[in-house]
């Protein structure tokens, strides 16, 4: 084996264009997808826990649709705030639910877009879980037909994929089947498989106003101890006929996300959620960090530990600035 000076390391290093030709990994707006929140009316409302990031009225959805269009971003996911919450979350699966009229606007907007809808029903409860809650609990199977109705909603009204991200055991099989026996055959699953209950939801549940009334949401997503129960997870719903399988957090679990990849293969998407997100946008504005390139480097970890497809509140101010073949971070 060759030694110092025969090898040396940092000869691949020395330019830039010496370390975009030997780049391992690669970071590019296709690979982007950008999360939105949609009520129905109102004006424009910055989320104050995350920095650039908004509720939106439905009367911008086409227009936000056209600008993922020209950022070239893989996609986009939406999350809905409804004006009336119950305890069955019917705000979910109503025809004229804002989840389904932002479809339609999108679609009209920019056809070739791909629209993803998160399903589940805790923006929707006025208890706050992610399911039908019967006394004091969160009722794993009645929630299922909730949720694979859900879906069908969403995808009758012209969403490209459903994400169910509610952790219910069995859920991705329900849609499956529900999506098939509707004529909806095309329309792919992407699960969050491994959904860990995790302290990194904080902002979103402002943004998304999804907060539980009591208690919290262990009982159904995963301990952050357990590594080998999301390798379980990932390969339950790959069996029930998820297409796509999600690590959630990001960052917090690349070493889900490797293990994951090296075991199963196949898309493998990754959300950087929303305290992640927020962790450096308030860094940056103290001065702390590089913003820019901070979150260049957390996006490209996620890449490098075997992220396919990625998730995050950045995805418009990042698919700005690179190039569509990738970019240094």
């Known amino acids: 084996m060759s030694e110092f000076p025969a090898v040396r390391m940092r000869r691949l290093r020395r330019t830039a264009g010496m370390r975009r030709l030997v780049r391992e990994a690669r970071l590019a707006p296709a690979q982007l997808v950008w999360p939105l929140f949609l009520k129905l009316e109102g004006v424009v409302t910055p989320v104050p826990s995350m920095p650039g990031v908004f509720q939106h009225p439905l009367s911008q959805a086409g227009e936000l649709a ?107 099989a329900a849609i499956r089947r529900a999506l098939d026996e509707a004529g909806l055959t095309h329309v792919p699953i992407m699960s969050y498989a491994a959904k860990y209950a995790s302290a990194f939801y904080g902002p979103f549940r402002e943004a998304a106003g999804s907060a539980p009334q009591f208690g919290d949401r262990r009982g159904y997503q995963m301990d952050p101890g357990n590594a080998d129960e999301a390798l379980r997870e990932i390969a339950l719903d790959l069996a029930e006929g998820a297409d796509i399988v999600m690590v959630k957090p990001g960052m917090p679990y690349l070493d889900i996300v490797r293990r994951a990849k090296e075991r199963f293969g196949g898309p493998l998407a990754v959300y950087q959620v929303s305290g992640e997100y927020a962790m450096l946008k308030f860094a940056a504005q103290s001065g702390a960090l590089d913003g820019e390139r901070a979150m260049l480097e957390a996006l490209l970890a996620i890449r490098r530990a075997g992220g396919d497809i990625i998730i995050t509140y950045a995805a418009e101010e990042v698919a700005g600035k690179l190039p569509a073949g990738g970019a240094d971070a």
């Open 66 to 172: 056209r600008r993922a269009v020209d950022l070239g971003v893989g996609g986009v996911l939406l999350f809905g705030i409804p004006d009336h919450k119950d305890e069955v979350g019917s705000g979910a699966y109503d025809e004229r639910g804002v989840i389904q009229q932002a479809v339609r606007a999108m679609k009209d907007g920019a056809p070739d877009l791909v629209v993803i809808t998160d399903v589940c029903l805790c923006e929707y409860t006025s208890h706050g879980h992610c399911g039908v809650v019967r006394d004091g609990e969160v009722d794993n199977d009645a929630s299922l037909e909730l949720l694979a109705k859900t879906a069908v909603s969403q995808a009758s009204a012209g969403a490209d994929m459903v994400a169910p991200s509610d952790m219910m055991d069995g859920r991705v």
